[in-house]
């Protein structure tokens, strides 16, 4: 499936590793919505939420090594990022999409699980999470 267009996201950013993830991703989360960051940003073009995997040590690669994880919105600019906020664009390429079962944050972890055991050709430059109103998908870049 081709990603129709560049998708730029307004948000916060964790640098963490596989390694580290069950003990800094669920906080991260935590602090996205302790802070109320979806709201901070005006320029949003919808109440979706995308986390989003990028910056990878070994880009291009693997997943391994320290990697970047972005949570936030997608804006239609980024003019007036507010104070405290980064910016990220998921640029256009070929991806598969991996619905998350039952749309339930909880089974994403088996969903990632799931795709690192079938898809062998990944571009390991931005993989992210999509939660919209009919569910969570994981987008995966694929060469």
Do not use: C
């Not at 799931?114 to 931005?126: H, M, N, P, Q, S």
């Amino acid at each position: 499936m081709q990603q129709e267009k560049d998708i730029m996201i307004v948000g916060i950013e964790l640098r963490t590793s596989n390694n580290e993830a069950m003990e800094t991703i669920p906080p991260f989360w935590g602090r996205f919505f302790a802070e109320g960051i979806q709201d901070k940003i005006k320029a949003k073009v919808s109440n979706d939420v995308y986390a989003v995997y990028t910056n990878f040590e070994n880009e291009g690669v693997n997943n391994e090594g320290i990697y970047s994880m972005f949570i936030g919105v997608e804006v239609d600019s980024f003019e007036d990022i507010p104070e405290g906020l980064v910016s990220t664009t998921i640029k256009k390429q070929n991806r598969l999409v991996f619905p998350v079962q039952d749309g339930k944050p909880e089974n994403v972890g088996a969903t990632w699980h799931k795709i690192w055991g079938e898809v062998a050709e990944k571009t390991f430059i931005a993989e992210y999470e999509h939660y919209h109103d009919n569910g969570i998908d994981i987008y995966i870049g694929i060469k």
